[in-house]
């Protein structure tokens, strides 16, 4: 299967700084790469798709100038939360999309981000 | 997004008995697949059923669909503590183009105890 990174795996901030996740892709180009949202006890939810050599898209309700996204590369994607707040603590996810409408999707293994 | 929704929220059985977790959604779907999280952890592919397949099979697992109802569920037989995680069941929504996004269940807490 499909072998993506993150990093940092965990990150603790103070509140008002911003912090940047970078998703590498280590064994495939990835064009794409969605970005996950999990609250504690939560499910996950879709936030944004990055796009290599395009702006990203956000799903409604996610704020585009504050979760700044970045497809730099065919490997490399990275989400900014920019002047994060407590309620930005959550878990991030990467995950790229699968090659076919058939096939698994892998994800990250996600970064804890802890703002106080 | 529109968010499946699964049941039970929370189970707890004892080692050895069988867990079945219930997952529905809302619209068209490709396929269903199935994950798996520990605490704290990412996800863990469990399983993938086809939008034309009715069920699977992997290992201890048992997969349905019945895309009549709209619904799937997951079977762990002679469970384990080990299978302690949340479980959580995801569809691409039908979309025609490859690699779709997925909208998650909002997931079963399964706590085998020893």
């Known amino acids: 299967g499909a072998v993506v990174s993150q990093h940092p795996s965990w990150v603790i901030c103070k509140s008002g700084t911003s912090v940047k996740i970078e998703c590498r892709s280590l064994d495939f180009q990835a064009t794409t790469m969605f970005w996950y949202r999990q609250f504690p006890k939560q499910s996950l939810m879709l936030m944004a798709t990055?796009?290599?050599?395009?702006?990203?898209?956000?799903e409604q309700g996610v704020e585009k100038d504050k979760f700044l996204i970045n497809h730099a590369s065919l490997t490399l994607s990275t989400l900014t939360v920019t002047s994060a707040h407590p309620e930005d603590s959550s878990f991030y996810i990467c995950?790229?999309?699968?090659?076919?409408?058939?096939?698994?999707?892998?994800f990250g293994p996600g970064t804890r981000l802890t703002v106080l | 997004s529109q968010q499946g929704e699964e049941d039970p929220q929370a189970l707890s059985i004892q080692e050895g008995e069988n867990a079945t977790m219930n997952c529905s959604y809302k619209t068209s779907i490709n396929n269903l697949q199935w994950y798996r999280q520990n605490s704290g952890r990412g996800l863990v592919h469990l399983i993938l059923i086809r939008s034309n397949e009715r069920e699977k099979h992997s290992g201890r697992l048992r997969v349905t669909l019945d895309t009549s109802k709209k619904s799937s569920s997951l079977l762990i037989t002679a469970s384990r503590a080990a299978d302690t995680a949340s479980y959580f069941c995801?569809?691409?929504?039908?979309?025609?183009?490859?690699?779709?996004?997925?909208?998650f269940g909002e997931g079963t807490q399964l706590t085998v105890n020893p």
């Open positions: 990055s796009n290599e050599g395009s702006k990203a898209t956000y």
């Open positions: 995801a569809t691409d929504g039908g979309q025609e183009t490859s690699g779709s996004r997925l909208t």
């Open positions: 995950s790229p999309p699968g090659a076919g409408v058939s096939d698994t999707q892998y």
